[in-house]
């Protein structure tokens, strides 16, 4: 059994398995990454708040600087695909901003499986049951993630990822967004939260 205590604005460390990621069928379909960890993270946070503040962070910056930043990373795009980048907001081309401001906002269409998280009895924010499986997940600000026992399939494969999604990413580095480090961990069940069992099982 594994006893954590939880409060808001707190940080707190659990062990959990990673569910890692499968080999592409073609390759054998074989899962790897399932690695066990040690976690520290900040829970009790407000994801809208932080999407709120790194939205602002995003809406001030001086876009040329950033872009030299950026093309010294060796990243190669144009200005359209740096703008489209920021402000896209098309489904498969939305940038950081509009995603920000959405979360903001509630609104953020590609947050829509947290529709399946009811809120766990301890009353902290970021600790949820799947109202499908009934396991205990916790979100929150990553800290640290140490790997205690590695999977021996090895890690995860790497997926390649395209020229808006590296822009994106190297955007929130560059400016260091607080919500590029949200993280979200399912628990072992037996883990208690707060001195409260997982009702489900």
């Known amino acids: 059994m594994q006893a954590i205590n939880a409060n808001s604005n707190t940080t707190l460390s659990f062990t959990t ?5 499968a080999d592409l069928k073609k390759d054998g ?3 790897r990454g399932r690695h066990t960890v040690k976690v520290s993270m900040v829970v009790g946070v407000d994801h809208k708040t932080i999407a709120g503040m790194d939205a602002m962070k995003v809406e001030t910056v001086d876009r040329d600087k950033l872009k030299a930043a950026i093309e010294a990373r060796g990243i190669q795009f144009t200005d359209l695909d ?3 980048a920021l402000d896209g907001d098309q489904p498969r081309k939305k940038g950081v901003l509009t995603a ?3 979360s903001s906002q509630g609104a953020n269409t590609n947050n829509a499986h947290l529709d399946a998280y009811s809120d766990h009895p301890c009353g902290v924010k970021g600790v949820s049951i799947h109202d499908g499986t009934g396991d205990v997940h916790i979100r929150g600000i990553i800290v640290n993630e140490d790997i205690l026992v590695e999977d021996p399939n090895g890690n995860a494969r790497k997926t ?3 020229l ?3 822009l994106k990413n190297a955007i929130s580095s560059e400016l260091d967004l607080t919500s590029r480090k ?3 961990y399912k628990l072992p069940a037996d883990a ?4 409260i069992s997982n009702p489900t099982t």
């Open 17 to 21: 398995t990673k569910s890692g990621k």
């Open 29 to 31: 379909g074989t899962i």
């Open 82 to 84: 740096f703008t489209t």
């Open 100 to 102: 920000l401001k959405e």
């Open 160 to 162: 390649n990822s395209g």
């Open 164 to 166: 808006h999604v590296q």
């Open 182 to 184: 949200w993280r979200q």
């Open 192 to 195: 208690v939260v707060n001195g």
